[in-house]
């Protein structure tokens, strides 16, 4: 996989970060303490739905470079998994181009203004 590849990749999957992200924000206006997220995976096609506590959703978003993925979603050319619980895999990218991407469009990293 090439350099052009891996960041398309990479930004698929910050797509669908970028919709958690507003369902997350939902979820906490209303005080939920459970989420359904969409599948951040690099398949611009899926439509898996997983769940997460919304403690969990943020602990993985401490980290620009994890996603949470349907297990068995994650593409061992740009990440891997460390951990899944329940149908949900957590998955750090490991390919330098689409980490450099997803870290890049990372909306709570952007200067808020």
Known sequence: ??????????????????????????????????????CECADPSCVHRVEASVADYERVRGDGATFLLAEGHHD?????????????AVVRKTDPAARAVVEALDPRQRPKG
């Open 76 to 88: 061992p050319r740009i990440e891997s998994v460390v951990a899944t619980e329940d149908g949900v």
């Open 1 to 38: 996989m090439n350099e052009k590849q891996a960041a398309a990749l990479g930004r698929t999957e910050a797509v669908f970060r970028e919709v958690n992200e507003r369902i997350a924000e939902a979820a906490v206006r209303f005080d939920a303490d459970e989420v359904d997220l969409v």
